[in-house]
């Protein structure tokens, strides 16, 4: 047993796995995090998270939201709405009481934030450029096989923790993920429009597929949004090779004119769409978090939050099991029984956005304008969405 290190080891240092450090540093437990990129190199990545007021609360707690608080762009209302339907939906934070539906901000941005506040932190060894190249359990303890600086290191704890985004997990005994493809890829960009965004986000659903456009731009004068275009792999291909200019009158004609004409628009990319999520995890010693554990549709604004929930509660289970404990199967079962039912709903809600409001057959364009302004009108419906939405309950 010699050979096993005191630290809980972390497998990513994304935005799941760096708040899981985090947080286990306040509750003073060790932790290593091996995290493949150079330092500072996810400070530029520039995709949109909507982060729900619940996360925000997260944020606050590890003194990390004070110093994204300019950057961040408030939601006060959510505007829902279907291309050629008269129906439509509004969800404002002053009706229940928040001062705030969510927030959108930077991935690079909350980069840079967590690692400031890691590097104060005694606590966390976390090392850069350091990829873990296996990883493997037995009844005792896990390991990690890494390659940092051109050597080969093996490190074996009690409880290791993939917050890798998904990428290695193919290769590990005990995990089986269950995938739908949707066959849909999402576009992401920024765009100008000719009016301000006054703290809007609008989802709008379409024939080919829902889009997203949230206000991107801290001052509610901000004219910049950051979009989400989702849509079959083909019609997407079509609106790439767009020109900016024959992109930006196409977007126009299918979001209609409530930020009046679009001006300009950023470097388009896209991304296949997928739900995923682990079946099995008869794995000792080994959790998985974050994106890894699982992955949604982005139109619903869950997964990262969702992974957030992920690093609070495991971060809870730590704290109430003995180090000797770390790992063991009862704490496990304890983990997952904590995230079954969020994890379980998040997947669900986003699917079920996803399946209503992409169904083309004849007849359900009439039921699904009808069910926005029903669902306008009763208040019970819209509270359970927005807590769902702002706390994942
Ligand atoms: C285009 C796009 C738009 C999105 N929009 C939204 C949104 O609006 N709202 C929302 O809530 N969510 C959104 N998501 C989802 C969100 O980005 C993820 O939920 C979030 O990034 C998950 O964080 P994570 O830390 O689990 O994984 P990641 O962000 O993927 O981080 C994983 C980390 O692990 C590191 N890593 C990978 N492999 C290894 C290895 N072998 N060894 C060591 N380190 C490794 C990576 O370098 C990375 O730093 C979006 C996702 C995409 C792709």
């Known amino acids: 047993m010699s050979d096993i290190v005191e630290n809980i080891v972390i497998v990513g240092g994304g935005p799941v796995g760096a708040t899981l450090a985090l947080l286990l540093a306040k509750q003073g437990v060790a932790v290593t995090v ?3 990129r150079q330092q500072k190199a996810a400070y530029t990545e520039s995709r949109a998270l909507a982060l729900s007021y619940g996360s925000k609360r997260i944020l606050e707690k590890l003194s990390v939201w004070g110093s994204l608080a300019t950057s961040a762009t408030a939601i006060n209302t959510i505007h829902v709405s279907q291309k050629g339907s008269l129906g439509r939906s509004k969800l404002q934070a002053h009706d229940y009481k928040q001062e705030a539906l969510g927030y959108v901000l930077s991935y690079g941005k909350l980069s840079e934030a ?50 890798d985004g998904g990428r290695s997990l193919d290769e590990i005994a005990g995990l089986v993920k269950e995938t739908k493809e949707y066959g849909h890829d999402a576009l992401i960009s920024k765009v100008r429009a000719e009016l301000p965004h006054n703290n809007i986000a609008y989802e709008r659903f379409t024939a080919n597929g829902p889009m997203a456009l949230l206000p991107n731009g801290a001052s509610q004068n901000s004219n910049d949004f950051s979009l989400v275009w989702t849509g079959k792999k083909e019609y997407i291909n079509t609106l790439l090779a767009l020109s900016d200019a024959e992109f ?24 296949p769409l997928k739900l995923s999520q682990l079946k099995t995890t008869e794995t000792p010693h080994l959790v998985v978090i974050g994106n890894a554990a699982q992955t949604m549709h982005p139109v619903a604004g869950q997964g990262f939050n969702v992974g957030l929930r992920d690093a609070e509660s495991l971060a809870q289970t730590i704290a109430t099991t003995a180090p000797a404990d770390f790992g063991n199967q009862k704490m496990l079962d304890e983990y997952l029984a904590s995230r079954q039912s969020d994890t379980k709903n998040g997947l669900l809600f986003t699917d079920f956005l996803v399946n209503i409001f992409s ?31 702002s706390y994942g309950k």
């Open 34 to 36: 091996l995290e493949a």
């Open 114 to 163: 967590l690692d400031a506040a890691l590097a104060s932190q005694p606590l966390v060894n976390f090392v850069f450029e350091a990829s873990a190249e296996h990883i493997a359990h037995t009844y005792a303890h896990a390991s990690v096989t890494y390659c940092h600086q051109g050597n080969s290191q093996t490190l074996n704890s009690h409880l290791v923790v993939l917050a």
């Open 248 to 271: 930006l009158a196409q977007f126009h004609e299918q979001f209609g004119d409530r930020v009046g004409q679009f001006l300009s628009v950023e470097k388009r990319m896209a991304f």
């Open 359 to 389: 169904n083309d057959i004849v007849g359900v364009n009439g039921l699904r304008s009808a069910g926005l302004g029903l669902f306008d009108m009763i208040k019970p419906i819209k509270q359970h969405l927005v807590s769902k939405m």
